[in-house]
């Protein structure tokens, strides 16, 4: 059996909500890919996915999955206040790693895991997967060949209402100041900033302001920033997690032209130039990581670089930790 043939054989660790349609059948429509166990600390709730999906077998304890003989790979989909822990588990097993977004609470915690799996020389890879949809690779193309020119600024505003949940005053880890500093800024503004990097390159400095406005969580619920591209590209955001309506709107603004999009929404692309406006809708795959699950294993079995690794991630832990003040 060549390396290129050879099956890698998965195991997801934490099968949550995460896993039943963004990620875990990616793995599986994925050639040279199989799950071939689960792990989740409810038993009954494991047996469940498992059978659902068609995995034959499930453990409710972590170090059994990791430790398991028959899988490969190791996929983390738990809180990420367990990101490191596990993480370093995995990179102990020796096993290749994707680990879910953000890497893990703190840029500390991410640069820890990132130079254990580079010191062993084990591939590691995040959950970053907007690198990889066809949607904003257009975005990356459009940037590319020049059609705004040269590129002076990016804006970014995300906003949502209280949710019920938030109102309510039940736990949810998001907006647990020990998991999440800033709340759904840490698991939403992340998605985003990740991108950027992406598309403009990596950030040199960065700065913001971050507070709780409402009272309802421990997490901060209101953020502001602005910050530098190596590449002298400015940037500025803003995310309020207590407004009155969502919106989501990112514009690039270029030298000649200006290109405006969603990170979340599935809005159609909008391109404006001196040729004109353009305007593209591209559909996401039912799966949202396909593309993302798919490169991983291009990079397993060649020498294509995957987009997202911990190397990547871990910048984008560190431009986080900038804008809410962890890091002076």
């Known amino acids: 059996m060549t390396k290129n043939s050879k099956i890698i054989r998965w195991g997801i660790l ?25 792990m989740r600390r409810d038993a ?37 206040d367990t990101h490191k822990y596990y993480g370093l588990k ?40 907007r690198r990889s949809l066809p949607r904003f690779l257009q975005i990356k193309t459009w940037l ?28 949810n880890w998001r907006t647990d100041s020990n998991i999440a500093t800033a709340g759904y800024f840490d698991d939403l503004a992340s998605h985003g900033l990740d991108l950027f990097t992406f598309l ?10 971050s507070l709780n406005q409402q009272g309802l969580y421990s997490a901060k619920d209101a953020v502001s920033a602005s910050w530098l591209h190596e590449s002298g590209i400015t940037g500025s955001g803003s995310w309020n997690f207590g407004s009155y309506t969502r919106e989501d709107l990112v514009e690039i603004y270029g030298s000649k032209g200006k290109i405006t999009f969603s990170v979340f929404e599935n809005e159609p692309l909008l391109l404006r130039n001196d040729e004109g406006e353009t305007r ?18 291009e990079s397993l079995t060649s020498d294509h670089k995957h987009p997202s690794n911990g190397k990547t991630a871990t910048h984008t832990s560190w431009v986080m930790d900038k804008i809410v003040g962890n890091i002076l």
């Open 14 to 38: 934490g099968c949550g909500d995460v896993t039943e349609i963004k990620s875990g059948p990616a793995f599986q429509k994925t050639e040279g890919f199989k799950i071939k166990a689960v």
């Open 44 to 80: 009954i709730k494991a047996a469940d996915y498992a059978k659902r999906h068609g995995i034959t077998k499930y453990y409710t304890d972590a170090d059994d999955l990791i430790n398991d003989p028959e899988v490969d790979a190791i996929y983390i989909a738990t809180p990420p």
């Open 90 to 129: 995995v990179a102990l097993a020796g096993k290749i790693c994707c680990i879910e977004k953000p890497l893990s609470p703190s840029y500390q915690e991410s640069l820890a895991i990132y130079e254990t799996f580079k010191e062993k020389n084990i591939p590691l890879f995040v959950a970053y997967y």
């Open 144 to 171: 590319d060949s020049g059609k705004i020119g040269e590129v002076r600024h990016i804006r970014w505003h995300l906003s949502k209402p209280t949710t019920k949940q938030d109102l309510s005053g039940s736990y």
């Open 200 to 209: 403009l390159g990596d950030i040199k400095e960065a700065s913001g302001i």
């Open 280 to 297: 593209l809708f591209i559909e996401h795959p039912e799966n949202i990581q396909l593309h993302h699950v798919q490169q991983m294993r």
